[in-house]
Every structure is written in structure tokens, then in C-alpha cells.
């Protein structure tokens, strides 16, 4: 079973960026899906952005333009690129990885916070 840890979150002020990581204990070469969700205090955890073995990406519509997903296979790692943050952003991002066959994997989540 491969272990997720996310790094990287912090507080920003509005407009601001942060890059999160997901680093895994093995390979997520064989990972078919690998994705960033958020979960808000009082919300759903929703989908962010996903990213495919072949590098096709998902984004959610209220982060589009702002957020970039990517994987570099040969660190094992995941990242997620946020500019032009909103106090709307705020709450704590997972990051999944999937592989078929096998249940899906989470990371503890990381604690983003967007406020002046």
C-alpha cells in the first residue's frame, strides 16, 4: 500500500500562491487516476483536479485558469500549483490516487488558508 503525504499549505493573503506536494512512499507510476480534493469546514469534499497516467487533466470550474496539476513520476510526486488564490479556497486539500483493482488512496491533507 503506497502512503500519500501532501506539503506545502499554509496561509496566504488573497491573490497569493502556494504550491502543494504529494509525495508517495512507492511508485505512482501504475496510479490510472491521481487527483487533489478539498474539504471546506461544513462542505462536501469536492473534487479540485485530476491527472491521468497519460497527463489528461480535470480541473473543477471554480479553478480553472488558477490551478495547475501535475505528476512527476521519477520523484514519485504529485503536485498542485494554485495562483490567484481566494479566501474561497480555503480548506484542507487531499491528495487520491487510484488504481484499478485496488481501493483508492488518501493522504492526510494539508491545511490551505486565504485571508489578509
Known amino acids: 500500500q503506497v502512503q500519500l503525504v501532501e506539503s506545502g499549505g499554509g496561509l496566504v493573503q488573497p491573490g497569493g500562491s502556494l504550491r502543494l506536494s504529494c509525495a508517495a512512499s512507492g511508485s505512482i507510476f501504475s496510479m490510472n487516476v491521481m487527483a487533489w480534493y478539498r474539504q471546506a469546514p461544513g462542505k462536501p469534499r469536492e473534487m479540485v483536479a485530476s491527472?491521468?497516467?497519460?497527463?489528461?487533466?480535470n480541473y473543477a470550474d471554480s479553478v480553472k485558469g488558477r490551478f495547475t496539476i501535475s505528476r512527476e513520476d521519477a520523484k514519485n510526486t504529485l503536485y498542485l500549483q494554485m495562483n490567484s488564490l481566494k479566501p474561497e479556497d480555503t480548506a484542507v486539500y487531499y491528495c487520491n490516487a487510484f488504481r484499478i483493482l485496488h481501493p483508492p488512496m488518501w493522504g492526510q491533507g494539508t491545511q490551505v488558508t486565504v485571508s489578509s
Open positions: 491527472i491521468t497516467k497519460a497527463d489528461g487533466t
